[in-house]
């Protein structure tokens, strides 16, 4: 008798011992289930209030086009341009930033109708010399965006260059329509992509460069007689009273000497580049957007990337991005 009531009583431990084990693995995976639940929750949360932002920038962009009436000036000190504050949600807060590609050189304009534009050429030339990047990029990007396999340059590279690369792969023989392309040409460092980023975008090849938005750098390219110096008195220029059209740009004294002959220039802009950054608890999500704005005032979304980094840039003293 006592025999089986020790057996019975191991049995009772034993039973007790797997419900514990099986109850506390259902409380885990049940835990794990709510966690996994909430971040997923959280995530389309913080995705919707990423539309939110774009969708405000869009509704900025369209007021802006209703008051600049026919031949509309974009400038960075207009609405859209200027810095707002945070908007709180729940746990968290919305930063927007809108920022117009075409004061960006526009990598496309270094081919047009399949032949290198000597003009671009020459001022993307000049803009990674004011960067200090000494690499050959800028012919092995003609090379990239035209259709033919003869190198433009003794530092061009056609696709025998590239078959050689492991993986192999073949120059794009059309235009860029992102600028992570950029990563894709010979060579291509990741200092020097990051370092050229900021000033470069990747637009149809006929859009011109917007003078009154372009960062000082970027205008200093335009042409070998303009220097840093004289760039940054054209910006200042601009900031008390916008160019109305390029004449008045060209007619200024720092572009006194520059013939800027098949260079094209504008006092407006249809793409620009939205960034709406969330911060949700402890999640943090950046959806960069980029938007065109029609002549009649519409704006739509051509392309959206959360792959970018979740910063804003900051404004330096001197009101550039």
């Known amino acids: 008798m006592t025999r089986q009531r020790g057996v019975a009583l191991i049995t009772v431990l034993l039973v007790v011992a797997i419900v514990t084990v099986v109850s506390a693995a259902m409380v ?47 400038h960075l000190g207009e609405a859209w341009a200027l810095p707002r504050p945070a908007f709180a949600v729940d746990e968290g807060e919305i930063r927007v930033h809108i920022e117009d590609l075409a004061g960006r050189f526009n990598l496309n304009s270094l081919v047009k109708n399949g032949q290198a534009d000597a003009a671009a050429l020459a001022q993307f030339r000049r803009l990674l010399l004011r960067l200090q990047i000494a690499a050959p990029y ?77 960062s000082a ?66 999640r943090r999500l950046a959806l960069v957007s980029l938007l065109q704005r029609e002549q009649d005032g519409t704006v739509r979304v051509l392309a959206r990337n959360l792959g970018q980094p979740p910063r804003l840039p900051a404004p330096s003293a001197k009101g550039e991005r």
């Open 217 to 282: 750098l970027v205008l200093s390219s335009l042409g070998d007689n303009l220097s840093l110096g004289a760039a940054e008195a054209l910006v200042e220029v601009r900031r008390a009273s916008p160019f109305r059209d390029t004449a008045a740009f060209l007619a200024q004294p720092a572009m006194a000497g520059n013939t800027l002959q098949g260079t094209a220039l504008a006092v407006g802009s249809q793409y620009f580049q939205v960034t709406s950054e969330v911060h949700l608890g402890d």
């Open 138 to 214: 800028a012919e092995r990007l003609v090379d990239w965006l035209d259709v033919d396999q003869q190198p433009g340059a003794e530092q061009g590279a056609e696709d025998d260059a590239y078959l050689l690369l492991e993986p192999p792969y073949r120059t794009a023989g059309r235009r860029l329509f992102d600028l992570s392309e950029l990563r894709l040409l010979l060579d291509m460092r990741d200092e020097d992509f990051q370092r050229l980023a900021p000033y470069v975008a990747a637009l149809p090849a006929d859009h011109g460069l917007n003078v009154n938005t372009a």
């Open 28 to 74: 885990a995976r049940q835990q794990l289930a709510i966690r996994a639940s909430s971040n997923q929750l959280q995530a389309r949360q913080a995705w919707h209030y990423a539309l939110g932002g774009e969708a405000l920038a869009q509704s900025i962009l369209q007021r802006d086009a209703r008051a600049g009436g026919q031949a509309p000036v974009d």
